[in-house]
């Protein structure tokens, strides 16, 4: 493998990596922070552009290389002289395995960015019903006051009531 698809390869892996971490039984304060990582730290940004884009041209490149490589085979089964040698079988191997390989890379990718969206709303998500949940008991407290404040004002009420009678 040339240094572009061992590149390619190694992104996959690290790919898998993050995925998996994600999708471990961790505390959501790591995941999530692990996600803000991935999504906020504008270095990381501009790395999976450049990934994504670089991505998408060799999945061009070699889908063109694939199909280019069917062509040239279908040629030489239809052609009687024509004899398919194992260098021509190799380099349609290659091809292939180097399609699935940045194919199956970039779905990946699209999936993991998917997951890191759902993490961020999932968060905002936690922290808007936890602020709402501080928010309900503080208005329940100021509930048990006013509760409070009206069983002495009726008590108070009562007892100068029974003054007067």
């Given at each position: 493998?040339?240094?572009?698809?061992?590149?390619?390869?190694?992104?996959?892996?690290?790919?898998?990596?993050a995925?998996?971490?994600?999708?471990?039984?961790?505390?959501?304060?790591?995941?999530?922070?692990?996600?803000?990582?991935l999504?906020?730290?504008?270095?990381?940004?501009?790395?999976?552009i450049?990934?994504?884009?670089?991505?998408?041209?060799?999945?061009?490149?070699?889908?063109?290389e694939?199909?280019r490589?069917?062509?040239?085979?279908?040629?030489k089964?239809?052609?009687p002289?024509?004899?398919?040698?194992?260098?021509?079988?190799?380099?349609?191997?290659?091809?292939?395995?180097?399609l699935?390989?940045?194919?199956?890379?970039?779905?990946?990718?699209?999936?993991?960015?998917?997951?890191?969206?759902?993490?961020?709303?999932?968060?905002?998500?936690?922290?808007?019903?936890?602020?709402?949940?501080k928010?309900?008991?503080?208005?329940?407290?100021?509930?048990?006051?006013?509760?409070?404040?009206?069983?002495?004002?009726e008590?108070?009420?009562?007892?100068?009531?029974?003054?007067?009678?």
């Open positions: 493998m040339t240094l572009v698809w061992q590149s390619i390869f190694y992104g996959l892996v690290a790919e898998v990596a995925f998996v971490f994600l999708c471990l039984p961790l505390p959501t304060t790591w995941r999530i922070g692990f996600g803000r990582l999504v906020k730290v504008p270095l990381a940004k501009w790395l999976a450049f990934w994504s884009m670089f991505l998408v041209v060799h999945f061009a490149q070699e889908l063109m694939a199909r490589m069917n062509d040239r085979l279908q040629q089964d239809i052609n002289l024509g004899a398919i040698s194992n260098h021509d079988l190799e380099r349609k191997f290659r091809a292939e395995r180097n699935y390989i940045s194919g199956f890379s970039l779905l990946l990718l699209v999936i993991l960015n998917r997951f890191l969206a759902l993490l961020h709303k999932l968060h905002g998500t936690e922290t808007q019903a936890g602020s709402e949940h928010q309900a008991q503080s208005q329940e407290k100021e509930l048990a006051k006013l509760r409070e404040q009206l069983r002495a004002a008590e108070t009420l009562k007892k100068e009531t029974a003054k007067n009678k």
